[in-house]
């Protein structure tokens, strides 16, 4: 049996055996002091510094994150954007290796993590901050580094066409309303460098939800509307979906009840457009 995994397939937790992917995460949790004794935790982390300008390092990136720094196959002083940044501790771990970082969001200070605190800071009656990007910027100085964010709609991206040697989005789309995220991947796709990269994860389940997680047929779809192509091999299929969903209620101390996994894929962009 071929033990080499596709690279475009559901990544999981069972991944993080593989030791170069834990090595990466510990590598952001030390950069975000996160406490030693919670290293080999997957669970949402932050950094402890600071409540409203901190980064974050959410479960399923664990291994989302270390699957795009392994598969992305970024030159020294790529261009790259991130698309739906948050607050996500990967495109400041980027700009720290000496990428040139864009970010980009609908929102960042507001998250769910974060609401109870917006709402207490209401009650007082103190100002609530709006300048997203100078808490990006905060965040940013905090790692040494610095990142171009701009606050937009994936879907109508702020750039020209072919700017980005690389574009991706980590756990973005599934947020997104039904036909949003088709605009946004064509979109990713238009800001995309002819022969470079887009890479993409959504939460995956090979039965369809309630909530929005992409079948295999729906991931395929993406694609296909994206007009990339892969240039690896892929696999969508699902034999152990029970045995995932219990992996992950191991690692999480089955304080979650998962349903769903990551589906991950590298796309490239055409060099010569064939009509
Ligand atoms: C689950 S979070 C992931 C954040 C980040 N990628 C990370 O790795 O932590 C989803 C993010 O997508 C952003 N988002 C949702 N819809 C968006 C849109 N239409 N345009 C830009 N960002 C969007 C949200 O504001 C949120 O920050």
């Known amino acids: 049996m071929n033990s080499i995994k596709p690279i475009n397939r559901r990544i999981t937790v069972e991944d993080l055996r593989i030791p170069e992917w834990k090595n990466i995460v510990l590598e952001m949790h030390s950069m975000m002091r996160v406490p030693s004794e919670n290293m080999h935790k997957f669970a949402y982390c932050t950094d402890r510094r600071g409540l409203v300008y901190r980064a974050e390092f959410e479960s399923f990136k664990h291994w989302e994150y270390p699957w795009l720094i392994k598969h992305g196959e970024f030159k020294p002083g790529a261009k790259i954007l991130d698309c739906g940044c948050g607050r996500g501790i990967l495109q400041f771990y980027l700009a720290k290796k000496g990428y040139s970082i864009t970010s980009v969001d609908i929102s960042t200070l507001k998250t769910h993590q974060v609401q109870g605190f917006w709402e207490i800071v209401k009650k007082l009656g103190l ?38 040697d690389h574009v991706y989005s980590i756990s973005v789309l599934e947020h997104m309303a039904k036909g949003e995220d088709v605009m946004a991947i064509k979109e990713m796709s238009r800001v995309l460098k002819k022969g470079g990269t887009m890479l993409v994860t959504v939460d995956f389940s090979p039965v ?35 045995k995932h969903l219990s992996e992950l209620d191991i690692a999480f101390s089955k304080k979650n009840k998962c349903q769903v996994s990551s589906a991950a894929f590298v796309l490239k962009k055409a060099v010569i457009k064939y009509c």
């Open 127 to 164: 100002p609530i901050p709006e300048d997203k990007a100078s808490a990006m910027k905060a965040i940013a100085r905090r790692y040494d580094t610095s990142i171009d964010f701009r606050v937009a709609n994936i879907a109508k991206l702020p750039f020209e066409d072919e700017t980005f």
């Open 208 to 242: 369809k939800m309630e909530r929005k997680a992409y079948t295999k047929e729906e991931v395929l779809d993406l694609i296909s509307a994206s007009g990339l192509y892969f240039d690896n091999v892929y696999d969508f299929e699902v034999q152990d979906w029970q």
